[in-house]
């Protein structure tokens, strides 16, 4: 396994439709795997494929406080929504630093593959189904910034340029 290099926004992969994944190969269990390392020592609750260079439709997430319950998602299609929504703060290791409200449905029903090439469903809801959406997000091009307003996707564009400048200086220092 190896720890992969994280894409950082705006990148342009980043804002690309992902491919469907037609066979689950030895390239594919080698990605995920390598993923789930990254996500881990990053650290994070989930990492989607074009958050590491490659613009395929596959996630892994893994919510649990112990870090032992890494679900893999391969062609992930959110088959139901709760009317529910909540708003909370989220984070993304591609825009390290910046937190910002975003709105999800509280509750979903989730297909996908499974690494072993099994259609599989989930129903999730709580912190689980938050992370799958904005995951899954990310296969559509979208990260969560692109749900705020104008003015807070600016906000959080300036915050993003300014702590990469910080960090910048300090690498020469």
Same mark, same amino acid.
């Given at each position: ?6 894409? @950082? ?5 980043? %804002?690309? =439709?992902?491919?469907?994944?037609? +066979? ?5 269990? @080698?990605? %995920? ?7 881990? =020592? ?5 990492? %989607? ?30 088959? +139901? ?51 799958? @959406? ?17 003015? =807070? ?11 990469? @400048?910080?960090? =910048? ?5």
């Amino acid at each position: 396994m190896a720890i992969l290099p994280i894409v @950082q926004f705006p990148n342009p992969i980043l %804002a690309m =439709k992902c491919q469907t994944v037609t +066979e689950i190969t030895d390239n594919i269990r @080698q990605l %995920a795997a390598d993923m789930a390392e990254t996500m881990y =020592k990053a650290p994070g609750v989930g990492l %989607a494929a074009p958050q590491v260079g490659d613009p395929i439709r596959m996630v892994v997430i893994d919510v649990s406080e112990e870090k032992n319950h890494l679900l893999t998602l391969i062609n992930p299609v959110i088959t +139901e929504r709760s009317s529910e929504e909540e708003t909370g703060e989220e984070g993304c290791l591609s825009l390290p630093g910046v937190w910002e409200k975003v709105t999800r449905n509280t509750a979903i029903t989730v297909e996908y593959m499974d690494l072993d090439g099994l259609q599989q469903s989930l129903q999730a809801d709580g912190l689980l189904a938050i992370c799958i @959406q904005h995951e899954l997000d990310h296969l559509d091009g979208t990260v969560f910034i692109d749900h705020l307003s104008r003015l =807070k996707y600016d906000r959080a564009c300036a915050k993003l340029k300014k702590r990469r @400048q910080q960090e =910048k200086r300090e690498k020469t220092h």
